[in-house]
């Protein structure tokens, strides 16, 4: 199966906005087994969308083209679409109708131009969008299959694995089922994460599962495609290299599936009936945002204090260089001073001189409850940006260890010593 995505818009094309949608459409075909074979942007003009569709519908057996469905003179794809397949563009008197109600019921009278969204190709099969006013469409051009999306983000992914991803699935004859398992990890680099699993779906005998990356510092996705004839025969698959993942990356391994970092630290934390106090420096208050306003933190989530430099945190006097005893110090202070049954302190020695890839910082991380304390030591360069990206997801990563009774202490790929 052969997949061009065409995405269209002057404002994609000139770089006003970030083409997120692209890669997002990407990845989301590679998680099913399905491969992008070309990736094209193309400005609102006619003749170049033409051009571009007709090229498409020569090499591809699918295409998605994304944008130009809003009711604007800007926005061609419908248009174009007709004039490639050849057909006449008719009004689709259900969409209108939908539309209709869709303002009505936010007690809003439709904008005459909106009606445009409800001209289509006569020989278009109509994709429901449940959250906007732009429709999708199918058809064929040339001898692939078009898929037509709307733009605006939310609406796109949900019409993208809802309806697009099902279709193209069945019309490239793929298995019955196909499941995406994920196991999300902080600390192990993605050379170092193929290193430790070489070999592993070599544990599938059928051949039926495919390892995978997706690499967003600082966190790393190590995904397992599995195909099956059903379900049951998926699992049966799949059951041994998960096994064999969990063991390979052992407490490296914070998550799975959909579940997040913060998620999993908050849900240790209410299952022991716990609160939290975060005292954060040089992060801007970004380890209180993952976890302040997650559904359940109301019980949890105590009491942040965001600094970014102070001569004392809590009655606790900061030295010119941070050291074990003082950041001990200010977490128990902390704890003590808020009432929270946790405290995670986080306290950070910039590098001086101008942000580089050779600046860095040296994270100092304390956790502490009525009677214990756990105390991280952790030096990271890459620059400024790298440095607070991994205090954060360090120290978050230290506490969900820490309540799960694993080693807080335990080497990281972008830890200096």
Not at 92 to 113: A, G, I, K, V
Not at 193 to 198: A, E, K, R, S, Y
Not at 216 to 237: A, C, F, I, N, S
Request: hydrophobic share 45%; glycine share 8%.
């Amino acid at each position: 199966m052969r997949i061009e995505i065409i995405c269209t818009g002057d404002e994609v094309l000139t770089g006003k906005i970030t083409n997120t949608n692209f890669s997002y459409m990407a990845q989301k075909l590679e998680d099913v087994g399905l491969s992008v074979h070309w990736g094209t942007t193309v400005g609102d003009d006619r003749e170049s969308l033409l051009a571009a569709f007709l090229l498409a519908g020569t090499r591809a057996d699918a295409v998605i083209v994304n944008g130009g469905l809003g009711p604007t003179v800007d926005d061609l794809s419908q248009e174009i679409a007709a004039q490639a397949a050849g057909v006449e563009l008719v009004l689709h008197q259900e969409w209108l109708t939908t539309m209709e109600s869709f303002f009505t019921r936010r007690m809003r009278t439709m904008p005459p131009n909106n009606v445009k969204q409800a001209m289509l190709p006569a020989t278009a099969e109509m994709i429901d969008n449940p959250i906007g006013t732009a429709c999708g469409f199918a058809l064929d051009i040339g001898k692939a299959r078009f898929f037509f999306t709307p733009g605006v983000p939310r609406e796109l992914r949900r019409m993208l694995e809802e309806q697009v991803i099902p279709r193209i699935l069945a019309r490239a004859g793929a298995p019955a089922s196909i499941f995406l398992k994920r196991f999300h990890s902080y600390g192990l680099g993605e050379s170092h994460v193929d290193q430790l699993l070489l070999g592993v779906e070599a544990l599938d005998p059928d051949g039926g599962v495919k390892l995978g990356f997706r690499a967003h510092y600082p966190q790393l996705e190590t995904k397992l495609t599995v195909r099956g004839t059903d379900m049951e025969d998926v699992h049966r698959k799949l059951a041994p290299v998960t096994d064999e993942v969990r063991k390979r990356l052992g407490n490296f391994i914070f998550a799975e599936d959909d579940k997040t970092l913060e998620g999993v630290t908050l849900a240790a934390l209410a299952e022991r009936n716990a609160t939290l106090t975060v005292v954060e420096t040089f992060t801007a208050g970004q380890i209180a945002a993952r976890i302040a306003h997650l559904p359940g933190a109301e019980k949890v989530f105590r009491h942040g204090t965001v600094a970014r430099h102070l001569d004392r945190l809590f009655g606790v006097p900061l030295p010119a260089e941070l050291d074990q005893d003082t950041t001990e110090a200010v977490t128990k202070a902390a704890r003590e001073l808020t009432g929270a049954s946790h405290a995670l302190a986080v306290l950070i020695e910039l590098d001086e001189g101008a942000d580089r890839i050779d600046l860095g910082g040296t994270i100092w991380i304390g956790i502490a409850t009525a009677d214990q304390i756990e105390f991280r030591r952790s030096r990271i360069l890459g620059g400024r940006e790298w440095v607070r990206l991994g205090a954060v997801e360090l120290a978050l990563d230290c506490l969900r260890r820490f309540l799960q009774g694993l080693p807080v202490v335990e080497r990281i790929d972008f830890e200096k010593t």
